[in-house]
């Protein structure tokens, strides 16, 4: 009994060709889908998100210097009126650095 070989490879050249047909046919109809449903993409923000945007909208539309109370510093700086309360400023430097670091531990 004798074997034909050349058809043994050419029934698995056959299936590899399917194979290979089969992965275009569904790569095309992946693409096709895409295609049909562009809208199917969706992104959702997080209620921080929003919150920051907000804030952001808020302080954009208030005033960032209150140029009143630049000028009467100037003036009494330059005038030698001005005094600087060294327990108060240290004060607000170490409730600074404690919020601060508060905020950014956690």
Same mark, same amino acid.
């Given at each position: 009994? /004798?074997?034909? @070989?050349?058809? =043994? +490879?050419?029934?698995? &050249?056959?299936?590899?060709? %399917?194979?290979?047909?089969?992965? #275009? ?15 199917k993409? /969706?992104?959702? @923000?997080?209620? =921080? +998100?929003?919150?920051l &945007?907000?804030?952001?909208? %808020?302080?954009?539309?208030?005033? #960032? ?7 009467a ?16 400023l ?17």
């Amino acid at each position: 009994m /004798s074997i034909n @070989i050349n058809s =043994q +490879a050419t029934q698995k &050249n056959i299936v590899i060709e %399917q194979n290979k047909t089969q992965k #275009q046919n569904d790569a095309v109809a992946t693409d096709n889908t895409k295609a049909a449903n562009p809208n199917k993409d /969706s992104v959702q @923000i997080t209620a =921080q +998100a929003m919150n920051l &945007n907000k804030m952001q909208k %808020q302080t954009s539309s208030e005033s #960032q210097v209150n140029m009143k109370r630049v000028e009467a510093l100037k003036t009494a700086i330059l005038n030698g009126d001005y005094k600087i309360n060294t327990e108060r400023l240290a004060e607000k430097l170490g409730k600074f650095e404690s919020d601060f670091d508060k905020a950014f531990s956690s």
